[in-house]
């Protein structure tokens, strides 16, 4: 049994470190992830993790694990910004307001699958020109859901949310270790 992480993303490694959880090998997933017609977020988010965990190539008793994070304003899906202009914009979409970040856990082994997602409630500060200037500069909103990080500079924007602080970072840590363990992964060094 190998475990991979099917995921090209520094957070998910690195949350995974934080219980001591080391993959085999990391296969980041290419799938296409632009939403279906009048699809709503949190069926996006978990298709997309299952789509993830499908696409990456494993052997009959490898587990595999995916995840996906998608921000949620109402029922428009904010995605991984194109460019500086479209991080701005979502960025001033979300100044203000509440919003929602869902992420989806996929784990497979074989043909069988196991998945969990978590909403987290996320209330972002009403921003001043100079804060949203100086954030898109930073560079920081790159490859981040929604366009911020709330684990960086953007956790100066955030007074309050409500649910996964891991989630909303890319891997809710005590869904996920349950999954792992569903899936016979050694968590706490019990044999598979
Ligand atoms: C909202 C938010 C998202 N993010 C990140 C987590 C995810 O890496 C990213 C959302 O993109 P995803 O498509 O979920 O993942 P990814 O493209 O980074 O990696 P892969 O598909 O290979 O697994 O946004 C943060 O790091 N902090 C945050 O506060």
């Excluded at 296409?32 to 993790?49: K, N, S, T, V």
């Excluded at 190539?57 to 694990?65: E, K, Q, R, T, W």
């Excluded at 100086?134 to 409500?162: C, H, L, N, R, T």
């Amino acid at each position: 049994m190998k475990f991979i992480l099917g995921s090209g993303s520094p957070r998910r490694r690195d949350l995974l470190a934080q219980i001591g959880v080391v993959p085999d090998d990391i296969l980041p997933p290419d799938i296409d992830e632009d939403p279906a017609r009048g699809e709503l977020p949190r069926p996006y988010c978990q298709r997309l993790a299952r789509e993830k965990a499908a696409a990456v190539a494993a052997g009959p008793d490898d587990i595999v694990l995916c995840a996906d994070t998608t921000v949620a304003l109402g029922r428009r899906i904010l995605g991984k910004p194109a460019d500086a202009i479209e991080a701005e914009s979502f960025l001033r979409a979300l100044s203000g307001r509440r919003h929602r970040v869902i992420t989806a856990v996929a784990v497979r082994r074989g043909d069988r699958l196991w998945q969990r997602d978590v909403v987290s409630a996320v209330k972002m500060k009403r921003l001043s020109d100079q804060e949203i200037v100086a954030y898109v500069a930073s560079g920081d909103w790159q490859g981040k859901a929604g366009g911020y990080g709330i684990q960086g500079m953007a956790g100066a924007f955030i007074p309050w949310i409500e649910g996964s602080f891991t989630g909303i970072v890319g891997l809710p840590l005590a869904e996920t270790a349950g999954l792992l363990q569903a899936a016979g992964y050694p968590v706490y060094g019990e044999s598979a």
